[in-house]
């Protein structure tokens, strides 16, 4: 079993639409946890920490179940320019090491 | 502005040659990392330094090596014996160590070796 596991996807949504994504995590012992997006052929970009119960930033909210052990990524009234690869990343028990889950597609069309 | 920039952006070589990737950081950040991406795959750690003249194996540190003379750069080479060295790397910096601190990422090298 993958450390971190996403839905690649991808995901078709029309502008203006709520989307969530969810990302699994085994390490029980984790302790932080991130939401990254990643432009086609960039670098990724720090989207939000996500900690304790979670947190929202503007359009963007991400919850942290940790009996469950996952996370999420809800995003509201959708933008053309939300479309990336979103990746989920947890910080387990290992300094310096983060996880990096393989990413989800997002496609936001007109 | 503070940023992390790694040089070449394309780099192409010929199998069997070693290749040294740059990555400089003006973060005044402690820590910082090597990661390969691959298509459809998450990103994998090679190496990482908390400290000059100190640094560490990740997940997949064969084939590679890296030096950390001062703070703000930690150039990795990727030698001969990589088996697969083809890939996007990226360097990364955060102000720390622990799993807390955020990452970030250098705009990242495409190294193709043919």
């Known amino acids: 079993r993958k450390e971190v596991e996403q839905d690649p996807g991808p995901f078709n949504v029309p502008e203006g639409a709520t989307v969530a994504f969810n990302c699994t995590y085994s390490n029980s012992a984790s302790q932080s946890f991130f939401w990254y997006r990643q432009d086609c052929r960039k670098e990724p970009k720090l989207l939000m920490s996500?900690?304790?119960s979670g947190n929202e930033d503007g359009r963007f909210t991400a919850q942290l179940n940790r009996a469950s052990q996952y996370i999420s990524l809800l995003i509201r009234d959708s933008k053309l320019s939300d479309s990336a690869t979103y990746l989920c990343?947890?910080?387990?028990?290992?300094?310096?090491?983060?996880?990096f889950g393989q990413g989800t597609i997002l496609t936001v069309h007109p | 502005d503070g940023g992390i920039t790694q040089s070449p952006k394309y780099l192409f070589r010929k199998e069997g040659q070693n290749v040294t990737l740059s990555c400089e950081q003006n973060?005044?950040?402690?820590?910082t990392y090597w990661y390969r991406q691959d298509p459809g795959q998450g990103l994998r750690l090679i190496y990482y330094?908390?400290?000059?003249?100190?640094?560490q194996k990740g997940d997949i540190a064969e084939g590679y090596s890296v030096s950390r003379e001062k703070k703000e750069s930690f150039p990795l080479t990727v030698t001969s014996a990589q088996k697969n060295p083809t890939a996007f790397y990226l360097c990364a910096s955060s102000k720390g160590l622990a799993n807390s601190y955020e990452q970030y990422f250098g705009p990242g090298t495409r190294l193709t070796v043919t």
């Open positions: 990343v947890s910080g387990g028990t290992s300094y310096g090491k983060l996880t």
């Open positions: 996500v900690y304790s």
């Open positions: 330094s908390q400290i000059v003249n100190d640094f």
């Open positions: 973060l005044n950040h402690d820590a």
